[in-house]
């Protein structure tokens, strides 16, 4: 394949080739901008997540527990070696990959992914970084270990702030309420269930974090009261954090995440019991607990958020993007400060979007993960006629 080069900040980039295949040269109609679905690489298994490096190589993480690496539009036939082995069973398996902020002088690459048990099952969430350098990962260290216990619900996004905090999604790990619903792990900080986590670049607790010095409270945490959150995303211009989680049947979430804050599972929400709807919240609403910033009944299994700052398509620069797993499509959300004015449905049906992501050239980058394992593709969007 071609292989085209461009620079950023004195940094030679070599954007991924992408090659249109004879279906993809229908141009799909959106509200602000006409566009195409292009291939850039295919026969991945299961791939989670999307991170770009300086170099202008592609890591893409696949569930059964590979790190690939996608270098002038081919997929490089070896995983790298030196990834942890994971739990890839269900929704276990290899998650999450970022590279640190400063990775062009350090060369370290962070990964979150279910972690065994000495018995090699009952999987929590963990997160390690190492040292990637001649396609190999070494120094490999474990930074965070999830004090939770269940099936799945991994959580599992990362992402740096501007100040250089590491940002951990932890899921509820479907733990069922104990007694009341007040009593489910989501809602005790004695445990990881269903939070947020803040930790410095090496693992350690910030001084500063909202529960340091909550006697039985996890230090590690930032908010809690979470499901099961795929999607997280920095704001660049105003460093916001948000998120986008699972609820049930029903009553997927956008979240603000604000320090120390209760966002409410499975007290209050918006979704109901699968298979029998019946109720699971006490109510929509509760006194110190959050509203989302936004939210989808019916469910489209969100996975995957993007906050748009490139060039290629200006119309869409300051939408946020959100990747549809159970509704197979790209939502698009116009937002005026910290609400939604407007959403509009991209791609339905094209595949189950788990990843969505930037890329140094400016398109949106989506990973399809299909439900049965057969093999799929790291596709973009590109603005019709270019831009």
């Given at each position: 394949?071609?292989?085209?080069?461009?620079?950023?900040?004195?940094?030679?980039?070599?954007?991924?080739?992408?090659?249109?295949?004879?279906?993809?040269?229908?141009?799909?109609?959106?509200?602000?901008?006409?566009?195409?679905?292009?291939?850039?690489?295919?026969?991945?298994?299961?791939?989670?997540?999307?991170?770009?490096?300086?170099?202008?190589?592609?890591?893409?993480?696949?569930?059964?527990?590979?790190?690939?690496?996608?270098?002038?539009?081919?997929?490089?036939?070896?995983?790298?070696?030196?990834?942890?082995?994971?739990?890839?069973?269900?929704?276990?398996?290899?998650?999450?990959?970022?590279?640190?902020?400063?990775?062009?002088?350090?060369?370290?690459?962070?990964?979150?992914?279910?972690?065994?048990?000495?018995?090699?099952?009952?999987?929590?969430?963990?997160?390690?970084?190492?040292?990637?350098?001649?396609?190999?990962?070494?120094?490999?260290?474990?930074?965070?270990?999830?004090?939770?216990?269940?099936?799945?619900?991994?959580?599992?996004?990362?992402?740096?702030?501007?100040?250089?905090?590491?940002?951990?999604?932890?899921?509820d790990r479907q733990a069922p309420p104990r007694g009341n619903l007040e009593a489910h792990p989501a809602q005790d900080l004695s445990n990881h269930h269903g939070t947020t986590i803040r930790l410095?670049?090496?693992?350690?607790?910030?001084?500063?974090?909202?529960?340091?010095?909550?006697?039985?409270?996890?230090?590690?945490?930032?908010?809690?009261?979470?499901?099961?959150?795929?999607?997280?995303?920095?704001?660049?211009?105003?460093?916001?954090?948000?998120?986008?989680?699972?609820?049930?049947?029903?009553?997927?979430?956008?979240?603000?995440?604000?320090?120390?804050?209760?966002?409410?599972?499975?007290?209050?929400?918006?979704?109901?019991?699968?298979?029998?709807?019946?109720?699971?919240?006490?109510?929509?609403?509760?006194?110190?607990?959050?509203?989302?910033?936004?939210?989808?009944?019916?469910?489209?299994?969100?996975?995957?958020?993007?906050?748009?700052?490139?060039?290629?398509?200006?119309?869409?620069?300051?939408?946020?993007?959100?990747?549809?797993?159970?509704?197979?499509?790209?939502?698009?959300?116009?937002?005026?400060?910290?609400?939604?004015?407007?959403?509009?449905?991209?791609?339905?049906?094209?595949?189950?979007?788990?990843?969505?992501?930037?890329?140094?050239?400016?398109?949106?980058?989506?990973?399809?993960?299909?439900?049965?394992?057969?093999?799929?593709?790291?596709?973009?969007?590109?603005?019709?006629?270019?831009?």
């Amino acid at each position: 394949m071609i292989r085209s080069s461009m620079t950023i900040a004195g940094v030679a980039l070599f954007v991924c080739a992408a090659t249109p295949l004879a279906a993809q040269s229908a141009v799909h109609q959106s509200d602000l901008h006409d566009y195409r679905v292009v291939t850039v690489v295919d026969g991945l298994e299961h791939p989670w997540a999307i991170a770009f490096l300086p170099s202008g190589d592609m890591l893409v993480t696949e569930r059964p527990g590979r790190l690939r690496i996608v270098r002038g539009g081919a997929l490089l036939p070896s995983p790298v070696t030196g990834v942890p082995a994971v739990f890839a069973r269900g929704q276990g398996g290899l998650l999450d990959v970022v590279p640190h902020p400063d990775f062009a002088s350090n060369r370290l690459i962070y990964l979150s992914f279910s972690k065994p048990n000495a018995e090699g099952s009952a999987a929590t969430t963990a997160v390690v970084r190492g040292r990637f350098e001649n396609d190999r990962l070494t120094d490999v260290e474990q930074i965070f270990e999830a004090a939770t216990r269940g099936n799945g619900h991994y959580g599992s996004r990362l992402a740096f702030d501007r100040d250089g905090f590491l940002f951990i999604t932890v899921g509820d790990r479907q733990a069922p309420p104990r007694g009341n619903l007040e009593a489910h792990p989501a809602q005790d900080l004695s445990n990881h269930h269903g939070t947020t986590i803040r930790l410095h670049d090496d693992g350690r607790v910030p001084a500063d974090n909202p529960f340091v010095d909550r006697a039985g409270a996890r230090p590690e945490i930032w908010t809690y009261g979470h499901r099961n959150p795929q999607g997280l995303a920095i704001h660049p211009e105003t460093g916001d954090v948000w998120i986008n989680e699972h609820g049930p049947q029903g009553g997927d979430e956008l979240n603000l995440v604000r320090q120390g804050r209760n966002y409410g599972w499975p007290v209050i929400g918006h979704g109901v019991n699968y298979g029998s709807g019946s109720p699971i919240h006490e109510s929509t609403h509760r006194e110190g607990m959050e509203q989302p910033v936004h939210y989808w009944v019916p469910s489209i299994a969100t996975s995957g958020l993007l906050i748009y700052t490139g060039d290629r398509f200006p119309k869409w620069r300051g939408n946020m993007f959100v990747g549809g797993l159970a509704g197979q499509q790209l939502a698009r959300l116009t937002m005026d400060g910290q609400k939604v004015v407007a959403e509009e449905t991209l791609l339905e049906g094209m595949g189950r979007i788990r990843d969505v992501r930037q890329g140094p050239d400016g398109y949106i980058y989506l990973a399809i993960d299909h439900r049965g394992g057969d093999p799929t593709p790291i596709v973009r969007l590109e603005p019709v006629g270019g831009n």
